[in-house]
C-alpha cells in the first residue's frame, strides 16, 4: 500500500512540474509610429496633419502594412483627404538586439527607410521593392519612414527580422579625423579611374560620347566637356569600381547645376534640381568592401562645374549612415516638344493633368481610369504626353497612359476632336457560375507595384507583392473584372483591375468567375 502512496505522490509531483514547463502562448508585440502627413509630396507644405500607426510583431518578424487608398487605422487619416501628390513621415524608436536584421520595405509610388545608428549599412530608398540585411548593436535605434506619392494607388509595407544574433558594439562618443581613401578622387585622394558618358540631353538617352577620366570633378565654365556636347542642357554619368575596404565613407559633392551619386546599387545623394553650386552635399555609407559607384550630373545654362571626394572615416568616429537625401526640388523640364498623333488610356485611378511636362507643372483638372483622349505631343523622351480634355490642353505622365493608333507621320489633330472618347464595354450574355480557379494560358501585365490580397477587395489580408512591368498568369476573375485571381512565382491571390494591362483581344468570358 505504501508502494502504490509513493507513486501516486511522484506521479501528481511530475504532472505539476510538466504543467509549470508548459510554455504561454506568444502574445503579439505593438510599436507605435507617430506620423505627419503634408499637402505636398516632398515633405513640405502647411497645414500638415499627425497620426498614430501600429507595426505588429508576430514571433521573429515585424510588419508595419499602410494602405493610402483606404481611410482608417491603416490608410490616411480621415482628417487628410488627399489621395494624390503628397508625403508623410512615420518615426519610432525600437529597442534591438544586437544582431544582423533583415529589413523589407515595398513602396508605391517612393518609400525611404533611415535607421539611425552609426555603423549601420545604408537605409532603403525604393519605388517598388528592396530588402536589406543590416548589422545593429544592442540598444534603441530610430527608425523613420518617408514616403512620397504621386499618382495611383498609395501603399508602403516595411516589415524586419532577425536573421543572425550578435554583432558590433556600441561607438565611442568621440574619434580621430577622417583619412583619405585611394581611388576616390577629387583632390584630396589619389586619382581612380572613371568610365564617363556625355550626352547632349538631360535624360541620358541617345548615344553618348564616351571617355575614360582620372576623376569626375570638372569645372566646364561656359563650355562644353566633349565634342559634339552643347555648352547647355547636357548630362553626364561617371561610373567606376572604387577599392574601397569595409567601414564607413564621406561622400561630397557640390555642382552647378544637378547631382546625384549612387553607391553599391544604393542612391545616397539625390539633388536633381537647378543650383549655383555653393552647397556642399554630403552621405556617410557603409560598404562593405570594393563597390560600385555611379556619378550623375546635368547642366542647366550658364557656368558647368562637377566637384567629387570620398574619404574613410576611421573606426569608431561617431556618425550618422544613410542614403538617398530627399529630393527638395521637381527634376528639370524637358520642354522639348515632339509632335505625336496617337490615343491614350488612362491606366491610374485618378490623373493629374498638368500645365507643363514634370511633377512641378501646375495641375489643370483630372481624369479617370479606363478614358481615353487624344494624344496630340510629347518630350523628347516620351516621359510625359500632352493630351486634349476638352479644351484644355495638358501634360500627363507616361507611366500612366496607354498609347495605341499610333499615325506613322504625326500630326496634331483638329482642335474639334471629342474628348474623351468613351472606352468599350464587354457585357456578358449572361451572369457565368462562380466556379474554382484553374490554368487559363493567359497572362496580364501590372502597371503598378501592387498587393496581392487573399479576396477582391482592399480590407482582405496580403499575400505578396508584384512589381509594375511583370506578369502573372489569370486564373480567375469576379463578375464585374474589377479584381483578377493571378499566380506569379509561388504567390497566388487576388490583385486589383485598375493597374493591370490584360492580353489583346481578350474575350473576358474565357475567363472562369471564381468570385462575386
Known amino acids: 500500500m505504501r508502494r502504490i502512496v509513493t507513486l501516486w505522490l511522484c506521479l501528481l509531483a511530475g504532472g505539476f512540474v510538466l504543467s509549470l514547463a508548459w510554455p504561454a502562448p506568444v502574445q503579439a508585440q505593438v510599436t507605435q509610429w507617430a506620423a505627419t502627413f503634408y499637402p505636398q509630396n516632398n515633405l513640405s507644405g502647411a497645414p500638415t496633419v499627425t497620426a498614430n500607426y501600429t507595426s505588429v510583431q508576430s514571433g521573429a518578424l515585424t510588419t508595419l502594412a499602410l494602405d493610402f487608398d483606404t481611410v482608417g487605422l491603416t490608410g490616411r487619416p480621415a482628417t487628410f483627404p488627399q489621395t494624390d501628390n503628397f508625403s508623410a513621415q512615420f518615426t519610432t524608436n525600437v529597442n534591438f538586439a544586437a544582431g544582423t536584421y533583415r529589413f523589407t520595405l515595398s513602396a508605391n509610388q517612393r518609400g525611404v527607410l533611415r535607421i539611425g545608428n552609426p ?208 529630393n527638395p526640388f521637381p527634376p528639370p523640364v524637358d520642354n522639348t516638344v515632339v509632335q505625336v498623333s496617337a490615343i491614350g488610356q488612362v491606366t491610374a485611378g485618378t490623373l493629374n493633368v498638368r500645365n507643363q511636362p514634370g511633377t512641378g507643372g501646375q495641375v489643370l483638372t483630372k481624369i479617370n481610369f479606363g478614358q481615353f483622349y487624344p494624344v496630340i505631343a510629347s518630350n523628347s523622351d516620351r516621359s510625359w504626353y500632352l493630351i486634349r480634355v476638352g479644351i484644355i490642353e495638358g501634360w500627363v505622365s507616361a507611366r500612366f497612359l496607354r498609347i495605341s493608333n499610333e499615325t506613322a507621320s504625326p500630326v496634331i489633330p483638329p482642335v474639334n476632336l471629342p474628348a474623351p472618347i468613351a472606352p468599350p464595354v464587354i457585357v456578358p450574355t449572361a451572369v457565368p457560375p462562380v466556379v474554382a480557379p484553374g490554368s487559363t494560358g493567359l497572362f496580364l501585365t501590372v502597371t503598378e507595384n501592387l498587393i496581392i490580397r487573399s479576396q477582391p477587395n482592399t480590407q482582405s489580408t496580403q499575400r505578396g507583392l508584384i512589381a509594375a512591368g511583370q506578369s502573372a498568369e489569370i486564373l480567375g476573375r469576379n463578375s464585374s473584372g474589377t479584381w483578377w485571381y493571378v499566380t506569379q512565382n509561388l504567390q497566388i491571390g487576388w490583385i486589383s483591375g485598375r493597374y493591370v494591362v490584360l492580353p489583346a483581344g481578350l474575350d473576358v468570358n474565357r475567363v472562369p468567375v471564381t468570385a462575386r
Open 119 to 326: 555603423i549601420a549599412t545604408p537605409s532603403l530608398d525604393i519605388n517598388g521593392q528592396s530588402t536589406r540585411d543590416i548589422t545593429l548593436p544592442a540598444g534603441p535605434q530610430q527608425l523613420i519612414l518617408e514616403y512620397y506619392e504621386d499618382t495611383g494607388a498609395a501603399t508602403v509595407n516595411l516589415n524586419w527580422q532577425l536573421i543572425a544574433s550578435g554583432g558590433p558594439t556600441a561607438v565611442p562618443t568621440a574619434g580621430p579625423s577622417p583619412t583619405p581613401v585611394p581611388g576616390g578622387g577629387g583632390g584630396s585622394t589619389a586619382p581612380g579611374t572613371w568610365q564617363a558618358q556625355y550626352f547632349p540631353n538631360f535624360s541620358f538617352t541617345g548615344t553618348p560620347i564616351t571617355a575614360t577620366v582620372a576623376s569626375p570633378s570638372a569645372d566646364w565654365g561656359l563650355g562644353s566637356p566633349a565634342g559634339g556636347i552643347p555648352a547647355d542642357n547636357f548630362s553626364a554619368r561617371f561610373t567606376t569600381i572604387a577599392p574601397f575596404t569595409a567601414g564607413v565613407y564621406r561622400f561630397e559633392v557640390r555642382a552647378d547645376d544637378g547631382v546625384r551619386l549612387t553607391v553599391a546599387g544604393l542612391r545616397a545623394i539625390d539633388h536633381w534640381y537647378p543650383s549655383d553650386g555653393s552647397a556642399t552635399h554630403v552621405a556617410n555609407v557603409y560598404v562593405n568592401g570594393p563597390s560600385s559607384l555611379t556619378l550623375e550630373y546635368y547642366e542647366a545654362t550658364g557656368g558647368a562645374f562637377l566637384f567629387y571626394n570620398a574619404v574613410r572615416v576611421p573606426d569608431g568616429t561617431p556618425t550618422s549612415v544613410s542614403l538617398a537625401i530627399a
